[in-house]
């Protein structure tokens, strides 16, 4: 088995509904398991319900309820699968992926890439967190693939371990987590950075020439980090689950895509009657 794919979820039914939607469209043959840990306040419970009846069976979705958020992710990650690759749930895919994972993990091996990421490409210019510009560095082009020095990048270009779009050697990003401590998806993201000081088996990245994926920062469901969110478009969690409770989805084709600058960029949602499954 090649990769599987573990979504972190808090309080957001509505906004996983869309990312869903965007790996349906988008993301080709890169996912062989998709997995969902999510978490939800009492009131958002109804929104997590829905998502699994109106979801197509056949595709295989597995939900798992955070009981022990480290406990539970490292069960999680499957040592069959070669690769794994996290999301959070404010992410959607823009642009179709056309290579296979046979393809990426090939490359992978043949270029010592540490991970493989699908938020980055030449067009990563902005940290819509840090409100910064940056621009990439020297990179080496394969086909429709870059790989580059991470230690040598600026900005979202310097940042190899995020849990959020990076494909992973299951081996590899399993035996970091497990010497390392982590309570939800923010703490593990900033405390794998320690191993940019300790040592990494590689210094290499690689990605798509474009990136295929963008968060999207328009609210905030963590209480660890303050991330920036919400400047242009915020809509609350609540506000999202009452629509998504009323029978309204966020419509994935009237998202504007035109100008992805960076790993995180603010979208506008527009909403659409939920028809049925993913829509």
């Known amino acids: 088995m ?15 509904h869309l990312l869903l939607d965007s790996i349906y469209e988008r993301s080709g043959h890169i996912f062989d398991s998709i997995t969902i840990l999510y978490k939800a306040d009492a009131k958002y419970e109804n929104g997590y319900e829905l998502l699994k009846k109106y979801l197509n069976r056949q595709r295989g979705i597995k939900f798992k309820r955070e009981e022990n958020f480290r406990n539970d992710t490292l069960a999680l990650i499957d040592d069959k699968y070669e690769c794994t690759t996290f999301l959070v749930d404010d992410v959607v895919f823009f642009d179709d992926i056309k290579s296979n994972i046979e393809n990426i993990i090939n490359y992978m091996n043949e270029k010592n890439v540490l991970c493989f990421s699908l938020r980055v490409g030449l067009n990563s210019t902005y940290s819509h967190p840090a409100n910064t510009h940056y621009e990439m560095g020297e990179y080496e082009v394969n086909g429709g693939l870059i790989n580059f020095n991470f230690r ?14 990076h494909i992973f050697k299951t081996s590899m990003v399993k035996d970091l987590m497990t010497k390392t401590s982590f309570y939800n998806p923010n703490t593990l993201e900033a405390n794998l950075q320690q191993y940019l000081r300790i040592g990494l088996p590689s210094d290499i990245m690689a990605s798509f ?20 969110h919400g400047i ?11 629509k998504y409770l009323n029978g309204e989805v966020i419509s994935y084709f009237d998202l504007e895509f035109g100008n992805i600058n960076g790993p995180h960029k603010e979208l506008e949602y527009k909403f659409k009657k939920r028809i049925s499954g993913l829509t």
Request: glycine content about 4%.
């Open 209 to 228: 020439t474009h990136s295929k994926m963008v968060s999207v920062p328009v609210n905030l469901v963590n209480d660890t980090f303050n991330n920036r």
């Open 152 to 165: 040598k990048q600026k900005g979202d270009l310097g940042y190899p371990l995020s849990v959020d779009g």
């Open 2 to 16: 090649d990769n599987q794919l573990i979504i972190f979820s808090k309080n957001r039914a509505c906004q996983l």
């Open 232 to 242: 242009e478009f915020y809509i609350s969690e609540e506000n999202l689950n009452e």
